[in-house]
């Protein structure tokens, strides 16, 4: 079965950036929608970022517009996020979701701290 491992987490400096990655390993048949989700300590997970196949279309959650980009690259079954002007805020667990062999299926999480 496939599976999704997320990379490149780790504590950055208000205004800082960080760059997610996802890439997916495995059987692939078939690959689709991918998206971003986050959790903080306390609170239920929410949408951060998704990227559609195969028009490539994005959609952002509002408190992330202007600054975040997801992208992806479909010949290696990969998705990024690109994280700039990173506030306190964004802290949280970020984990990966998406669609592959007609499942979803959901990386392990890496964590993103946010602090002086």
């Known amino acids: 079965q496939v599976q999704l491992v997320e990379s490149g987490g780790g504590s950055v400096q208000p205004g800082g950036s960080l760059r997610l990655s996802c890439a997916a390993s495995?059987?692939?048949?078939?690959?689709?929608?991918m998206g971003w989700f986050r959790q903080a300590p306390g609170k239920q997970r929410e949408l951060v970022a998704t990227?559609?196949?195969?028009?490539?279309?994005?959609i952002y959650a509002d408190f992330v517009k202007g600054r975040f980009f997801i992208s992806r690259d479909n010949a290696k079954n990969t998705v990024y996020l690109q994280m700039n002007s990173m506030k306190p805020e964004d802290t949280a667990i970020y984990y990966c979701?998406?669609?592959?062999?007609?499942?979803?299926?959901w990386g392990q999480g890496t964590l993103v701290t946010v602090s002086s």
């Open positions: 979701k998406a669609v592959s062999n007609g499942r979803e299926l």
């Open positions: 495995g059987d692939i048949l078939s690959f689709g929608a």
């Open positions: 990227i559609s196949t195969p028009n490539n279309m994005t």
